[in-house]
């Protein structure tokens, strides 16, 4: 078991570290700001090992979760606006989630390889995770990021919701 901690901050270079139990960084996530198709690369070691990509080009938004060049989950995007919700499909990945909390625990043909939950902070937001199998330790750190963009997805959509419905303007 292995315990980590994924702190973003408000960055204009969109990127954050993850680190273990005794504050060593043992990831950095990196992201583009201003393009329209959304990229976040997982790196350790100066090497990119997993990828989170925001297809904006489609019927309705989804995002793509790969480990090494392969996609093992989308979170798809259904319903418009106060309605949203995000359906996640893959072949191997079982997902339980909660959207309001952001709790979740992931799980890998059949065995539990990781939870985690959101954590509060003044500037940004932590999330707290705990690894099972660290064989599958970039597979779970990319899901992670991966629901993470659906979450921020999801809150900027009840936004303009809550404006649409409630006649703010």
Same mark, same amino acid.
């Given at each position: 078991? *292995? ?13 954050? /570290?993850?680190? $273990? ?8 996530? /990196? %992201?583009? @700001? @201003? ?29 793509? +979760? ?12 259904? %319903? ?23 709790? #979740? ?11 985690? *939950?959101?954590?509060? +902070?003044?500037? %940004? ?14 597979? #779970?750190?990319? +899901?992670?990021?991966? @629901?993470?963009?659906?979450?921020? $997805? ?5 936004? #303009? ?9």
């Amino acid at each position: 078991m *292995k315990l980590l901690l994924m702190n973003q901050t408000i960055d204009l270079n969109r990127r954050f /570290t993850i680190q $273990d139990e005794t504050g060593h960084v043992t990831h950095e996530v /990196t %992201g583009q @700001l @201003l393009q329209m198709q959304k990229n976040w690369q997982l790196v350790q070691e100066a090497a990119e090992i997993g990828r989170v990509t925001k297809q904006t080009f489609s019927m309705l938004p989804h995002i793509l +979760v790969e480990v090494d060049g392969r996609v093992v989950a989308t979170i798809q995007k259904t %319903g418009f606006l106060m309605f949203a919700d995000y359906r996640i499909d893959s072949r191997d990945l079982q997902i339980d989630i909660n959207w309001v909390t952001m709790t #979740f625990s992931v799980t890998y043909q059949g065995n539990k390889i990781g939870q985690g *939950k959101r954590r509060w +902070v003044r500037f %940004g937001k932590q999330y707290e995770l705990t690894l099972f199998d660290e064989a599958a330790e970039t597979l #779970f750190l990319s +899901v992670v990021l991966g @629901l993470d963009r659906a979450k921020a $997805d999801k809150t900027v959509s009840a936004l #303009f919701a809550d404006n649409w419905a409630g006649g703010k303007k």
